[in-house]
């Protein structure tokens, strides 16, 4: 169902029903929740705020064929994002080595992560995607990144 990566432990004071995992699945599944903020951008991702609360944002992406994200990071956020439809594909890069990880996605999976997990998303398929994200406590400004076959991951300055 979904992957968790090392550097995410749910603590034993947080409910497990407040996974953000499980809010992903649990949004993705009610439709009418976020069906009216529906669009697809041509020119690129398209994102849209469903629900902000004291502790997390969850967020509506679409993807049409081609369109991702540059690598980065959520900084000391920690989520999780379920496809809804279509399918994703997620490339992931350890710091500190010069390995990916490539994941697809297709409706219903769910990826989570940590701080310093560093991924990119993509819609490789020839369909749009839909996918449900969900940050803790907010969605935070990101760190991008290149990966260098030699010396690894290697951060790129602040945009703007």
């Known amino acids: 169902m979904f992957a968790v990566p090392p550097n995410t ?6 409910p497990a029903g407040a996974h953000p995992a499980l809010i992903a699945h649990e949004v993705a599944a009610d439709r009418d ?3 009216h903020l529906l669009r697809y951008d041509p020119s690129e ?3 849209a705020l469903v629900e902000r609360t004291a502790e ?3 967020w509506l992406m679409s993807w049409l064929p081609g369109q991702g994200t540059d ?12 496809v809804v439809s279509g399918s994703l594909t997620e490339r992931v890069v350890v710091p500190g080595r010069a390995f990916e990880a490539l994941h697809g996605l297709t409706a219903g999976q ?10 990119q998303v993509r819609n490789d398929s020839p369909d749009p995607a839909v996918s449900i994200h969900v940050y803790r406590a907010a969605r935070p400004a990101m760190g991008y990144y290149r990966l260098d076959p030699v010396t690894g991951l290697e951060p790129l300055p602040p945009v703007g």
């Open 33 to 35: 929740r976020w069906r």
């Open 45 to 47: 991702r398209f994102a």
């Open 56 to 58: 997390q944002e969850t």
């Open 110 to 119: 769910s990826r989570v992560f940590g701080p310093g997990y560093v991924h």
């Open 71 to 82: 690598l980065h990071d959520h900084s000391r956020a920690t989520g999780a994002f379920t």
């Open 9 to 14: 432990v749910a603590l034993t004071a947080t």
